[in-house]
């Protein structure tokens, strides 16, 4: 049952979504919180649309956007998508480039980045989809050490669940920077290449009409657990960046950096590892997406187990992304 539902939604929470919840955490404390609420509601509704689309039809959504709308509308779409998940692909490097600094310095970007990029090319090409769905079902477990990074941080708990379900009305000016964080936090939330990958896993996994019951339990699961993550990284930033006066941060190693003071040196570790993993968790699922939606989108055999001489686009697209 495990599998497509929570490793598309904690996909979500990868290197730009953790920067971008850490800032609605630093800017507005716990004012961004009810913003999570309802944007667990529409990651719900619009993953499990992708999922059950892929098990009824047993294709992924770039092949059924050809077959509805025709190849001109497929490739602009397919087009967008690819120079969007390039940007974001660069993202998760950066972001991992940036938690591994904390510790390794200098050497994270000539020495540990190479092995890492290596690794992750590693794992998609010459696995199975199993093992690669074990895989990311374990990375998702270390996000749970951001609940245990925000317990360290010592909130006032009271107002964070006050401020869950009560707007903060003073924290509403100015109302353009407000309006630009609610978008940020609902756009790390629920993303275009989210939807290409889920419906691409599920036809993957082998999943049916007959069998979706189950997943579609997966999938909402995954929703809530992704934003109840995110929920405790706003909470982590709230009680202690926003507490300190730090509301300007330009890149999530500087949040790690910026804890150490303020919430000792285990939440910090905490947070590092998890930005390591949540980068990687990325590197692994952006590009995939974006592999899964060209070679459906074109017609070519694609997916997690195939060989080069199989599936030679499809990998091709990986590959492309992961050494760009």
Same mark, same amino acid.
């Given at each position: 049952? /495990?599998?497509?539902? %929570?490793? #598309? ?17 630093? *800017?507005?404390?716990?004012? !961004? ?13 619009? *993953?499990?649309?992708? #999922? ?11 092949? /059924? ?9 497929? &490739?602009?779409? !397919? ?15 950066? @972001? ?47 996000? &749970? &050490?951001? %609940?245990?990074? #925000? ?13 869950? $379900? ?9 109302? +353009? ?17 989210? *939807?290409?990958? %889920? ?10 009409? +007959? ?12 929703? $809530? ?28 190693? *500087? ?6 003071? /303020?919430?000792?040196?285990? =939440? ?9 993993? #949540? ?13 899964? =939606? ?10 997690? @187990?195939?060989? /080069?001489?199989?599936?030679?686009? $499809? ?10």
């Amino acid at each position: 049952i /495990l599998g497509p539902g %929570i490793i #598309a939604a904690n996909a979500d929470n990868d290197a730009s979504g953790i920067f971008g919840y850490s800032q609605a955490g630093a *800017q507005y404390q716990y004012g !961004m919180l009810w913003v999570l609420v309802i944007s667990t509601i529409a990651l719900g509704v619009a *993953q499990e649309i992708c #999922a059950r689309m892929g098990a009824v039809t047993g294709r992924g959504l770039a092949d /059924l956007i050809r077959e509805e709308y025709g190849v001109k509308i497929t &490739l602009f779409a !397919m087009t967008t998508l690819l120079i969007a998940n390039l940007a974001t692909t660069v993202s998760e490097f950066a @972001g991992l480039l940036f938690g591994l600094r904390v510790y390794f310095g200098e050497y994270a970007r000539w020495l540990v980045i190479p092995v890492v990029a290596t690794g992750i090319w590693f794992v998609v090409t010459k696995g199975s989809y199993k093992r690669l769905e074990r895989i990311l079902l374990l990375a998702s477990s270390v996000y &749970l &050490l951001y %609940i245990v990074s #925000a317990i360290k941080s010592f909130p006032n708990w009271g107002q964070v669940i006050h401020e869950t $379900f009560v707007p903060n009305i003073k924290a509403i000016n100015p109302i +353009k920077d407000y309006v630009f964080m609610i978008i940020n936090v609902v756009g790390t939330t629920i993303t275009p290449w989210g *939807q290409f990958y %889920i419906q691409s896993i599920v036809r993957d996994k082998g999943i049916t009409e +007959k069998d979706y019951k189950f997943t579609k339990i997966d999938v909402l699961f995954g929703a $809530f657990f992704t934003n109840f993550i995110a929920y405790f990284i706003i909470v982590c930033c709230g009680a202690t960046l926003f507490k300190a006066g730090i509301h300007d941060i330009e890149n999530a190693g *500087q949040i790690a950096k910026a804890l150490l003071p /303020l919430a000792g040196s285990f =939440a910090t570790a905490l947070f590092v590892i998890g930005l390591v993993n #949540a980068c990687c968790f990325g590197a692994i699922a952006v590009p995939l997406s974006t592999a899964y =939606a060209v070679t459906e989108a074109l017609g070519w055999e694609g997916g997690v @187990g195939r060989r /080069l001489r199989e599936a030679p686009l $499809f990998i091709g697209v990986f590959t492309f992304l992961i050494v760009a």
